[in-house]
């Protein structure tokens, strides 16, 4: 097993299904998979854990994915930690409002569950 492969990731999703999906798949490649059901729980495991890594829905109900990539991005000790977009919004410009509101990198859904876990590997290598 790789250090990589040990990375402590926070994923921010309002969405149970998909939250149990990458826990499953991420927590089986030996990821420890922390997980926030929306930006308010996200800021509160922050003030205590420094993932290794965020991934991040962009479409949640109270504060968007941008939104709190931004605010993220203003919390002391977190500039450094990849933001990864994971998320539907596929429409030309998407992935460039993603970047511009934070995120290191994009990720569309539906995943792919076999590639999954070589994407984060890259991102976290960089």
């Known amino acids: 097993m790789t ?12 969405n149970p299904d998909n939250r149990m999906l990458i826990r499953r798949v991420l927590s089986a490649d030996g990821f420890t998979v922390f997980e926030a059901p929306s930006a308010t729980e996200a800021l509160k495991k922050l003030q205590t ?6 991934l991040m829905d962009i479409n949640m109900p109270e504060m968007d994915g941008y939104t709190l990539t931004a605010r993220i991005r203003e919390l002391p000790n977190m500039g450094g930690i990849p933001v990864i977009a994971l998320t539907a919004n596929v429409m030309k410009g998407d992935k460039e409002k993603s970047l511009e509101a934070g995120c290191d990198g994009y990720i569309q859904k539906p995943i792919d569950i076999d590639t999954i876990t070589e994407q984060i590997e890259r991102f976290l290598k960089r």
């Open 3 to 14: 250090e990589e492969s040990r990375a402590t990731i926070l994923y921010v999703e309002d």
């Open 49 to 54: 854990l420094r993932p290794d890594l965020i």
